[in-house]
DNA sequence: CCTGCACTTGCACACGTGTTCATTCTACTA
DNA sequence: TAGTAGAATGAACACGTGTGCAAGTGCAGG
């Protein structure tokens, strides 16, 4: 039936039986047991490394209960936020001997569900998620497998749930005290997926700063978006409808920020004179876009690193159960400007 | 030791006392096996789920020599192309009851060797290779496992060894032609990673094109790159330095393109008025950089998808064993333009 | 010389599942 | 009624590895 030789990979029995030993033996030597004898172990490996021995990460598994896997599900790996954090887990993860199963459910509920169960039926060590809608659906069916659970921007109460974060509400409070800073008082924000706890307390951190200033972001001009340049393009359409619209808008993410400004140039306004835009994450792009994005930069890769130590911490048993959380800071560019007087007395 | 219950999950075995049966039935009945009474696998279906019972996929990869699992080997997950090379992989693995272990080697050596090392031990069903610079290390090692070994964008001959790609040349071609219909003679090549087949495809279309029509790139406007921004800016900066310098630059993807672009920024030249530039891949951000960035398309998604496809024909062993090559096409956007009279004259 | 200990090794079992084969039971046919 | 075919199920084994325990060897101390 198949195209390829079933004849299956040479075994430890296999192993032992050229080293004239026990497979017990084979064992304990490569796994560089004290209880072999010193020469014996090393003719052992010899041996084992002429024949090409690679020991059976399944049969392993079966019986001390161990993958050294760990599953990483992430709403969409197209996101360059979501790549630079998925960098960081894999290859923390190889370089402790842990592998990573990437599980890419684009936010649709039926895809987490496969996920949730391939991941158990492959009996993962733990699970990393770096998703932006977290929390309904997969933190109580991942509790209750008894594995650690590590999320990434996203919070959730519970037992063997912990996270690796950036302060949101920090990052959202320097984007309204940098928009305060440069005279702007009509300011909008374009969210991203719906539910998104990231979304919500960025935007509440940039409230928290322009309230402290006599300022607000009215409701009508919180607009949905999706975490996507489209979404950015249709919510900077909707706001550009207004009359007198935003002269800044506090976007989600860099992606959404990069919709928006297509959106904004499209529409014949010239950026930033005319209109100041800022995003988030500050990503690889968001300094080639024109014009260059003033974003809040989060450790993107260090985040994923993180999250993995975490990981391992908790499967190794110590107990590091305090959460991380890193501070973001500002990354000015070119994409906000301050007020133009004649709009400032609009 | 462990903070996390070591109680283990439920087996077959507590099934099949559940259900007052032994656990072959069990086995047989969530197969759907038509040796078992159709009542009494029904009942046995009903109590496996209210149990939540989740077979061992550790246990049955055993037994069956099959784990459901391919590696796929990227370069670095941070490139956007690859990104949506792994979607596509992903999306469809998982729609056919795959899962996808992710390998993360940056083009070194080493850590190549740790990847292939380790999804022979987890013993992955097939492997699935999205670097650019293969062929050197991966295939001579990822033969001699005797499963399947897809390439996309490579070609290598061998046993086992099968590949998706889009036809380089032809890319390379149209961007040739491009130019010359705008007028251009003065033409440069920004190259890939060292030793990437698809680099050097590219240039070989591109050359042919000018050929066809009289010209060529001189070998010392090709000069290297690394497929990444940097590479597209020492690329450029070295071919501005030149007198008369390239008034048409062909880079080995949008990265390198965008890194170039900025180079040629910086220099003060405009663009596309001074310099024409083109990039390859054409991912999603090609078209927010300014200006937006002439390319070559080719289906990401698609060509992740059709390997997985390609792959999971393999392992039904229904031998699919021709080559999948896609055709490119040109996008025609605001980064190239014709030759301004006075320099056609230079 | 005998006892006992340290060291080395093999035996046997377990992990959870799939599969082959034998067995039991039922019902139908000659 | 006896024989038999067929359906349903269980017993036994295999997959490849790790580990507890027993057994064997050699050496030192009493």
Same mark, same amino acid.
């Given at each position: 039936?198949?195209?390829?030789?079933?004849?299956?990979?040479?075994?430890?029995?296999?192993?032992?039986?050229?080293?004239?030993?026990?497979?017990?033996?084979?064992?304990?030597?490569?796994?560089?047991?004290?209880?072999?004898?010193?020469?014996?172990?090393?003719?052992?490996?010899?041996?084992?490394?002429?024949?090409?021995?690679?020991?059976?990460?399944?049969? =392993?598994? $079966? +019986?001390?209960? @161990? #993958?050294?896997?760990?599953?990483? %599900?992430?709403?969409? !790996?197209?996101?360059?936020?979501?790549?630079?954090?998925?960098?960081?887990?894999?290859?923390?993860?190889?370089?402790?001997?842990?592998?990573?199963?990437?599980?890419?459910?684009?936010?649709?509920?039926? =895809?987490? $569900? +496969?996920?949730? @169960? #391939?991941?158990?039926?492959?009996? %993962?060590d733990?699970v !990393?998620?770096?998703?932006?809608?977290?929390?309904?659906?997969?933190?109580?069916?991942?509790?209750?497998?008894?594995?650690?659970?590590?999320?990434?921007?996203?919070?959730?109460?519970?037992?063997?749930?912990?996270?690796?974060?950036?302060?949101?509400?920090?990052?959202?409070?320097?984007?309204?005290?940098?928009?305060?800073?440069?005279?702007?008082?009509?300011?909008?924000?374009?969210?991203?997926p719906?539910?998104?706890?990231?979304?919500?307390?960025?935007?509440?951190?940039?409230?928290?700063?322009?309230?402290?200033?006599g300022?607000?972001?009215?409701?009508?001009?919180?607009?949905?978006?999706?975490?996507?340049?489209?979404?950015?393009e249709?919510?900077?359409?909707?706001?550009?409808r207004?009359?007198?619209?935003?002269?800044?808008?506090?976007?989600?993410?860099?992606?959404?920020?990069?919709?928006?400004?297509?959106?904004?140039?499209?529409?014949?306004l010239?950026?930033?004179?005319?209109?100041?835009?800022?995003?988030?994450?500050?990503?690889?792009?968001?300094?080639?876009?024109?014009?260059?994005?003033?974003?809040?930069?989060?450790a993107?890769?260090?985040?994923?690193?993180?999250?993995?130590?975490?990981?391992?911490?908790?499967?190794?048993?110590?107990?590091?159960?305090?959460?991380?959380?890193?501070?973001?800071?500002?990354?000015?560019?070119?994409?906000?400007?301050?007020?133009?007087?004649?709009?400032?007395?609009?």
């Open positions: 039936m198949s195209l390829f030789p079933t004849e299956g990979n040479i075994s430890i029995k296999d192993v032992a039986k050229a080293a004239g030993v026990s497979h017990p033996t084979v064992s304990r030597a490569l796994a560089d047991s004290p209880l072999v004898a010193a020469e014996t172990k090393q003719r052992i490996q010899r041996i084992a490394g002429e024949m090409g021995y690679i020991p059976s990460a399944i049969a =392993r598994g $079966l +019986v001390t209960k @161990r #993958t050294a896997t760990v599953g990483l %599900v992430v709403t969409t !790996i197209a996101d360059p936020f979501i790549s630079e954090v998925v960098r960081g887990v894999e290859e923390n993860a190889l370089d402790n001997g842990y592998s990573v199963i990437l599980c890419n459910c684009n936010a649709e509920p039926e =895809r987490e $569900l +496969v996920c949730v @169960r #391939t991941l158990r039926e492959k009996r %993962v733990a !990393i998620v770096a998703s932006s809608r977290v929390g309904s659906l997969y933190v109580p069916l991942l509790q209750e497998l008894g594995i650690p659970v590590v999320l990434i921007n996203n919070q959730h109460e519970g037992h063997y749930v912990y996270s690796v974060r950036t302060d949101d509400r920090r990052g959202g409070y320097l984007i309204g005290e940098h928009f305060c800073s440069l005279g702007h008082r009509r300011i909008a924000y374009i969210s991203g719906p539910n998104a706890h990231s979304s919500l307390d960025r935007l509440e951190g940039c409230r928290l700063a322009l309230q402290e200033r300022l607000d972001i009215p409701d009508e001009w919180v607009v949905p978006g999706d975490g996507r340049t489209e979404g950015g249709a919510g900077a359409n909707l706001l550009l207004c009359s007198p619209h935003p002269t800044a808008i506090f976007c989600y993410n860099d992606v959404t920020a990069i919709g928006a400004l297509q959106a904004v140039k499209s529409a014949g010239c950026m930033p004179a005319d209109l100041s835009l800022a995003g988030y994450d500050d990503i690889a792009f968001a300094a080639f876009v024109d014009p260059p994005l003033t974003t809040v930069a989060q993107k890769y260090t985040l994923g690193q993180r999250a993995m130590d975490m990981t391992l911490s908790l499967l190794n048993g110590q107990g590091e159960t305090d959460d991380v959380v890193f501070t973001p800071h500002l990354v000015e560019r070119a994409s906000c400007a301050p007020i133009p007087p004649e709009v400032s007395q609009g």
